[in-house]
Nanobody
Framework: QVQLVESGGGLIEAGGSLRLSCAAS????????FGWYRQAPGKQRELVGT???????DYEDSVKGRFTISRENAKNTVYLQMSSLKPDDTAVYYC??????????????WGPGTQVTVSS
């Protein structure tokens, strides 16, 4: 019932910045937590960070201080602001939305991903 689509990926030089966006549609049910994940070639998908409904962010150590997640609830949109990009940040970035259907059960929704390539 919820569709996510990421945008903003592309090719960028090391040290540069990009902002990814993820817009949720198809449902007006409030999203508890947005997350950003990434998957590099030949590697498992890994968590980049999350932002909770009360706007608290949590980040993987490798991106702390460089990446910032924000959300605009009225637009059902989450952002990933990436700065000081490194070649190791190259990956497909995925948006995730968690919607609780009970106090303890939730559904996860995923976008199709957007490619971020950081060159040296």
């Amino acid at each position: 019932q919820v569709q996510l689509v990421e945008s903003g990926g592309g090719l960028i030089e090391a040290g540069g910045s990009l902002r990814l966006s993820c817009a949720a549609s198809g449902s007006t049910v409030s999203i508890n937590t947005f997350g950003w994940y990434r998957q590099a070639p030949g590697k498992q998908r890994e968590l980049v960070g999350t932002i909770s409904s009360d706007n608290n962010g949590d980040y993987e150590d490798s991106v702390k201080g460089r990446f910032t997640i924000s959300r605009e609830n009225a637009k059902n949109t989450v952002y990933l602001q990436m700065s000081s990009l490194k070649p190791d940040d190259t990956a497909v970035y995925y948006c995730n939305a968690r919607i609780y259907i009970t106090r303890s059960a939730y559904r996860n929704y995923w976008g199709p991903g957007t490619q971020v390539t950081v060159s040296s």
